[in-house]
């Protein structure tokens, strides 16, 4: 069993940086493949970033790729999503998620675990 818990989130100004965090309780935490998603108001929820525990590969939305990087410290069972170059239509929740192995990485439905959210607000 796998709890998630995710920090960082705010309000931040077009063009701004922040970074997320995603603290993991559990032993294995090095050995499961964390995502992080995101849902906007009236949206469904949507893939931002992947890491894979195996290999270290990691994997991004196109509307986040050379903006976003995604992260993790397993000393600290952590991960995290270094957000950069914020626009407003980055306003969202944002949600941790994990799996022991994730095939289709942008599948909500892949991904056994997952936060309680974190609120990102990009102001224009």
């Known amino acids: 069993q796998v709890q998630l818990v995710e920090s960082g989130g705010g309000l931040v100004q077009t063009g701004g940086p922040l970074r997320l965090s995603c603290a993991a309780s559990g032993r294995t935490f090095s050995r499961y493949d964390m995502g992080w998603f995101r849902q906007a108001p009236g949206k469904e929820r949507e893939f931002v970033a992947h890491f894979s525990w195996n290999g270290g590969s990691t994997y991004y939305a196109a509307s986040v790729k050379g903006r976003f990087t995604i992260s993790r410290d397993n000393a600290k069972n952590t991960v995290y999503l270094q957000m950069n170059s914020l626009k407003p239509e980055d306003t969202a929740v944002y949600y941790c998620?994990?799996?022991?192995?994730?095939?289709?990485?942008?599948?909500?439905?892949?991904?056994?675990?997952w936060g309680q959210g974190t609120q990102v607000t990009v102001s224009s």
């Open positions: 998620a994990g799996r022991r192995t994730v095939v289709v990485v942008t599948s909500t439905r892949e991904y056994d675990y």
